[in-house]
């Protein structure tokens, strides 16, 4: 076990099983966040995601709730996929995590929750690419479907960078890679603005003004205090709702000609830069973090349930969402038709 693992203990609150905070390593966040459990009373187990493994079957670890604050996008998704097969809550879900690490599935799920989009065409192959790109028009930036920090974006301003990144497309190793994810670069005041939602709560925004196009703290973006108006709430509550929900930061675009856009919605927030330096709103935000958190425990008592889309569907537990209807029993096959053999889900 690497020295990321241990137990910190507050006041204890309920049963006495703690608040599992899985992490890559302990940054800014992670720290306010165990500090924050401490301070509403509440034990936490600290573990390195590195140093998971597990067994399909395995009883479920004696925990209330798991704060994931994985690091890596795939781990991250693992992690909740994990604790969810052993009737745990997590906090993100794993359809959460799904969704918002995956740019072409979080823009489908945003437009179709009528949000306001940058407009976005995808293309299957990087042969198909060219048409993808001129559906939403020049300038037009190409993002890999998966990735942070601002990695991986290129502007294209004419058919000859177009075809260059086509290439490189081209020449990637996996077909997931070779997608082609277009959307229109959308002309703003050089700056974003990043949402900080804690649940049904937008904690904070800020602005991120930078020299680059590329509106990103990693990327040498200085973030300074932003208004939280009425509708930048309602924006980034509506798109922190259609992604499932939880520990979210929301990325809106405000163009020259008078949109404000969600750009995407991160999983994996980090909040250093939200805080705009001020230790009284770094500590805010970890507070609504570990509060949000708390609030998808299990009850006292309650052992480990079943787990659907991220809810405790256990007999006798409420949960927040009503469990989808089952799906309609198939329709019989009409004399002389023969049912089509070709969907994937057979």
Known sequence: MSDLSG???????????????????????EKLLL???????????????????????????????????????TRRLEVSRMYESFGLPVVNSAATVAVCDDKIHSTLVLHAAGLPV????????????????????????????????GRGLCKVNDADAVEGVLALKESLP????????A????????????????????????????????????????TSRCPLTPELEDLALRAARAVGGGLLGVDLLESEDGRLL???????????????????????????FAGHVLS??????????????GELLRTGVPSPRTPPAAPPPLATAAAGTVPSQESDNP
Request: glycine share 10%.
């Open 183 to 222: 959307q229109e670069f959308v002309r703003t005041p050089q700056r974003d603005i990043r949402v900080v939602v804690a649940g049904d709560r937008a904690v904070t925004a800020v602005h991120r003004t930078g020299e680059h196009w590329i509106g990103n703290v990693a990327r040498g973006a200085r």
């Open 118 to 149: 940058p407009a976005t065409a995808v293309a299957l192959t990087p042969a198909a690419g060219e048409e993808a790109v001129r559906r939403v028009g020049l300038p037009a930036v190409v993002k890999p479907v998966n990735g942070s920090w």
């Open 174 to 181: 996996s077909p997931r890679q070779q997608l082609v994810y």
């Open 35 to 73: 500090e924050a459990f401490r301070r509403r009373g509440a034990a936490v187990e600290v573990i390195d995601d590195r140093t998971l493994s597990y067994r399909v079957g395995d009883p479920a670890p004696a925990w209330r709730v798991v704060c994931n604050r994985s690091l890596a996008g």
């Open 262 to 288: 969600v750009n995407e919605v991160n999983s994996g927030v980090e909040f250093r830069g939200a805080a705009v330096g001020d230790e009284a709103t770094a500590l805010a935000i970890a507070d609504a």
């Open 296 to 309: 998808r425990a299990l009850p006292d008592g309650t052992p480990p349930g079943v787990i659907h889309g």
């Open 7 to 29: 137990t910190a203990t507050g006041a204890g609150t309920g049963d006495g099983r703690p608040v599992a905070l899985i992490a890559s390593r302990m940054r800014f966040e």
